[in-house]
């Protein structure tokens, strides 16, 4: 499975936008990039995935480089609760149900 | 709509007893997995169900460990003779459709602890 790396941690401020960054040099073209948020003591939730193109909604952005090895989760204006650990994760769309978990980016957002 | 549910949230055994950890999917889900998530650490995978078929059960304990998502009812993940490494946070997640790149959808867990 292609894997993913992401920084342990990131600090931001509240009300200011925040970028995620997710390297995966290894995808492969059937590989859709997933983003998951975990809140404290609480199960992972969906935010966002993406193939090729630049996604929107409600939560994020998903800004993905051309050449596919990278990919970036924008959160247009943190709030508080929007700290948490946020997975990047890829799923091979063709065969593959499996999220291949990695450790994560905690994200801490500042007052 | 109801979310993915779990029970319990919380669950204490001591060595050698049995737990079981119960999941009921999403309204019109068939497809139910299961993760197990040790402190700091991201999720792995356990096994894959869907109503009444064990799909893929590789990421699963060879021994002690065991899951069935029959006909009616909930999935259970059944521990035997518990030990404290099996001690960790075990998520069930479910999703309409195989191979589908939409999201899984979550529960809140169960945080098993063993004495």
């Known amino acids: 499975d292609a894997k993913t790396t992401q920084p342990n941690s990131m600090e931001s401020n509240e009300e200011e936008p925040v970028h995620l960054p997710c390297n995966h040099s290894?995808?492969?073209?059937?590989?859709?990039i997933h983003w998951y948020r975990q809140l404290p003591s609480q199960g992972p939730e969906y935010v966002i995935h993406g193939l090729t193109s630049n996604v929107n909604n409600r939560m994020a952005s998903l800004a993905i480089a051309e050449d596919r090895k990278s990919s970036t989760l924008i959160l247009h204006r943190a709030t508080l609760r929007d700290a948490a650990v946020y997975y990047c994760?890829?799923?091979?769309?063709?065969?593959?149900?499996?999220?291949?978990w990695g450790a994560g980016t905690k994200l801490i957002i500042k007052p | 709509n109801a979310g993915v549910m779990q029970n319990p949230r919380h669950l204490v055994r001591r060595r050698g007893q049995e737990a079981r950890l119960r999941c009921s999917p999403m309204?019109?889900?068939?497809?139910v997995y299961w993760y197990r998530q040790l402190p700091e650490e991201g999720l792995k995978f356990m096994v894959y169900l869907q109503k009444e078929n064990i799909i893929d059960e590789s990421g699963m304990p060879k021994e002690r460990f065991s899951a069935e998502f029959p006909k009616e009812g909930p999935s259970i993940l059944r521990i035997q003779q518990v030990v404290r490494g099996d001690s960790a946070a075990y998520f069930c997640?479910?999703?309409?459709?195989?191979?589908?790149?939409?999201?899984?959808?979550f529960g809140p867990g169960t945080r098993l602890t063993v004495t």
């Open positions: 994760i890829l799923r091979d769309g063709v065969s593959n149900y499996q999220l291949i």
């Open positions: 997640a479910s999703s309409p459709r195989l191979a589908d790149p939409y999201e899984q959808y």
């Open positions: 309204k019109g889900h068939s497809h």
């Open positions: 290894t995808i492969s073209g059937t590989d859709y």
